[in-house]
Structures are given as C-alpha cells and as structure tokens.
C-alpha cells in the first residue's frame, strides 16, 4: 500500500487566535510583530498580504505598504495553548504526528483508513473538528511523501484540501517555480536560475550526475523530490536540545543597567518556558551582537541542571560580563539553555530546602501566568525599571 501522508497547516495562525480573542479584528488587515524597527512580520493576515506584506519582512516595511493595518505585538501563551488543542485533536486521527511548528504538522495516516476512511474524507473530518473545536481554519495536503504534502497544503490555501495520487506527483510538481520545493529559499534559488533551472520540473529532468556535480549532496536530495521521491519517514515528537529568547534593540547601546536589565528578562521568561516544558538546562550561553554584526557567544556548563530563575541569571550575568567588556554599542542580546533535561523531583541534600522554597515561589506565578498571561507577575527589579 503506498504511504499516505498528511500535512496539516492551520491558515494565518497568529491572526486566527488573535481574531479569536478579539473578533473585531475580523475582515482587517493584521501583523503580529513586536512593532519596533528592527523586527520583523510574525504573521500577516490575507488582508495585509493583499498589499504585499509578508511574513519575515521587515516591519518598517511592511508598515510602509500598509499603514492601516492593525499591529499586534503577539500574545505567545495563546498561541501555545490553540496549538496544543490542535494536536490532541490530530492525536485521534494518528499514532505517528510531527510537530513541524507550533501550527503545522506531518501525520502518517498510511494505516489508519479503517478507522476513518478514506484520505480525503479523513482529512475533512481534520478540518471541520478543528473549525468546530478552536474556531481557527485548516489547508491540508495529501500525498505518497512529506515534501509533495507540503507544497499541496501551500497551494490549498486558504481552507482547501489537496490530494495527490499516487503517481501524479511529478504532473503537479512540474510547472511550479524551484523557490516552491522545500529546502530552496532566498539565497540558494538564484544558484539554480544562474544554471536555467526555473520550474521543479526543470531540476527533475537534469542528468543524475550533471545535479550531483554541480550541487552536490543536497542538490540530489532536492532532486529525489522534484521527482516526488521522498521516503523520509514521519517522526515523533523530538526532544528539545536548547531553548532560546534573545532582543534586537530599537537602538544599539552601551547602557550597561539596559542591557543587565534587558537580560534579567529573557532569563525570566526562558525560565518560565523551561518549568512549563518540565526541562531543565544543564548548559547556559550568552549571545551579543555588536553594532558591527559581530557575533560573539560565552557558555557554560553547571554543576546541576536548573529552571529557577535566580540560579539561571546569575550565571548569565557572569558570562554577559565576559562578553560586554568591549565599550561597543551592542544590538542584540540573546539567552540560551542547552543540554536540557527532563526535571527530576529528586533534590540532592544540600540544595534540598532552597530549591523547594524557590520552586513552591515559581509554581505559584506560573499558575497565574498560565491564567492570566506572562506579564501578570514579574520581579520587582524588573517592574521598577520599566516604571
């Protein structure tokens, strides 16, 4: 029986929860972005696409081509919460699910006709379950492979269903443009063009050997799917190896309370994402970029995993002390945890009664920040600062 896979794109996905929340934003032109003018478009709702606004486009811009859009600076524990709804739904449909973001995703359905029926009745069952359910709209393709899925639930939006037979995936790759085949973007698609391959069909006629010469190993897997070969299987939840926050600033400074100020708010917010995640990081790193665009990184590992918020800052601010001796204007700060752990309730002796205080004082603020938002408790330090 050949492999029937899914991918499932939920349609504007920030914007849908958004609109959700506040439904007259319905039928407006939306971007979620922080707003500032060096950030960049999260998402943008058909209405603002319709002016050429994009996601991954540079605010400035973007507000340029539409300046009477609506501009959201992005609410993430909604969004965490719409797309962990989505996947206990798709979790009924199939045992085998990759996450490919927090609103998209693969399903091997190849043995679950029995339970469901065919591809495309399944999927509008998907579809209509998750309009029902969340209020948020779905594009779906079907095909033999991940990467035709992929293109099919693009060219279904939005709100369609793209089923390609087998046997029919060259015929529909064929006359789209190389940018649409996954793995080629901004920089490599010119690569292609300068040597005349314009359409996916174009790269799948190439002789084996003329691809391989001039493209290499990666040249020849985006070959096998151009041809609609592609066996990589569907994977289960991964477990995550790092977590990250980092700031571009409006403007590039040396103020040094700023930028203390500015990491002890990434740490605190990584440090939420870790306890709701049940991690712990065992390696910390500190990221700078200079006005320059010079990046530099210091790391470091700890004696014991931690999640707590003290622990995780005051290593950060020695590394950040290593990095900011430079009297260069700085104009980003990045924070990452590595080597995560699952959190183990067990406590070595000597860390047994402040750990437990720190993390009955944790719990407490992260049941009101999952209620109420992130913001609703903060450090004082934090709050004295931005007053």
């Given at each position: 029986?050949?492999?029937?896979?899914?991918?499932?794109?939920?349609?504007?996905?920030?914007?849908?929860?958004?609109?959700?929340?506040?439904?007259?934003?319905?039928?407006?032109?939306?971007?979620?972005?922080?707003?500032?003018?060096?950030?960049?478009?999260?998402?943008?709702?058909?209405?603002?696409?319709?002016?050429?606004?994009?996601?991954a486009m540079p605010f400035s811009q973007a507000r340029r081509l539409c300046p009477q859009a609506v501009v959201l600076p992005g609410n993430f524990p909604a969004y965490h919460k719409a797309s962990c709804a989505f996947f206990h739904i798709l979790e009924a449909f199939s045992p085998d699910?990759?996450?490919?973001?927090?609103?998209?995703?693969?399903?091997?359905?190849?043995?679950?006709?029995?339970?469901?029926?065919?591809?495309?009745?399944?999927?509008?069952?998907?579809?209509q379950q998750v309009k029902n359910e969340l209020g948020l709209d779905l594009s779906i393709g079907i095909s033999t492979s991940k990467a035709v899925s992929k293109i099919a639930s693009d060219l279904a939006k939005p709100v369609g269903i793209?089923?390609?037979?087998?046997?029919?995936?060259t015929k529909?790759?064929?006359?789209?443009?190389?940018?649409?085949?996954?793995g080629i973007g901004p920089k490599s698609e010119p690569q292609y063009r300068a040597h005349g391959i314009h359409t996916i069909g174009g790269l799948a006629q190439l002789p084996r050997s003329l691809v391989a010469r001039v493209f290499g190993e990666t040249g020849r897997t985006l070959q096998n799917m151009a041809r609609g070969?592609?066996?990589s299987p569907v994977q289960g939840r991964q477990p995550a190896k790092s977590l990250s926050h980092e700031e571009t600033f409006a403007h590039d400074t040396t103020d040094r309370e700023f930028l203390?100020?500015?990491?002890?708010?990434?740490v605190c917010e990584l440090g939420y994402r870790l306890r709701r995640n049940n991690l712990r990081a065992q390696k910390l790193c500190v990221?700078?970029?200079?006005?320059?665009?010079?990046?530099?990184?210091r790391s470091q590992s700890l004696p014991r995993p931690t999640n707590l918020d003290g622990?995780?800052?005051?290593?950060?601010?020695?590394?950040?002390?290593?990095?900011?001796?430079?009297?260069?204007?700085?104009?980003?700060?990045?924070?990452?945890?590595?080597?995560?752990?699952?959190?183990?309730?067990?406590?070595?002796?000597?860390?047994?009664?402040?750990?437990?205080?720190?993390?009955?004082?944790?719990?407490?603020?992260?049941?009101?920040?999952?209620?109420?938002?992130?913001?609703?408790?903060?450090?004082?330090?934090?709050?004295?600062?931005?007053?």
């Open positions: 029986m050949p492999r029937c896979i899914f991918h499932l794109d939920l349609d504007t996905f920030f914007v849908a929860v958004e609109r959700r929340l506040d439904p007259t934003l319905q039928g407006k032109p939306v971007i979620v972005s922080p707003g500032t003018a060096r950030s960049v478009v999260a998402t943008a709702s058909y209405e603002a696409r319709k002016f050429g606004v994009h996601s699910i990759e996450p490919a973001s927090l609103d998209e995703a693969y399903i091997d359905y190849t043995n679950c006709r029995e339970l469901f029926g065919p591809p495309l009745s399944a999927a509008g069952l998907i579809q793209l089923y390609v037979r087998p046997g029919y995936e529909l790759l064929a006359p789209l443009p190389i940018r649409k085949l996954m070969e592609d066996h203390r100020h500015a990491l002890h708010r990434l990221k700078v970029r200079y006005a320059d665009f010079s990046l530099h990184t622990r995780l800052f005051e290593t950060a601010v020695d590394l950040w002390e290593r990095l900011a001796v430079r009297r260069v204007h700085i104009r980003l700060l990045g924070f990452v945890a590595q080597d995560l752990v699952k959190h183990e309730q067990q406590l070595s002796l000597p860390d047994t009664q402040g750990r437990e205080q720190q993390d009955n004082l944790l719990t407490a603020a992260d049941k009101l920040r999952s209620r109420y938002g992130y913001s609703v408790v903060q450090w004082a330090s934090l709050l004295r600062r931005e007053a």
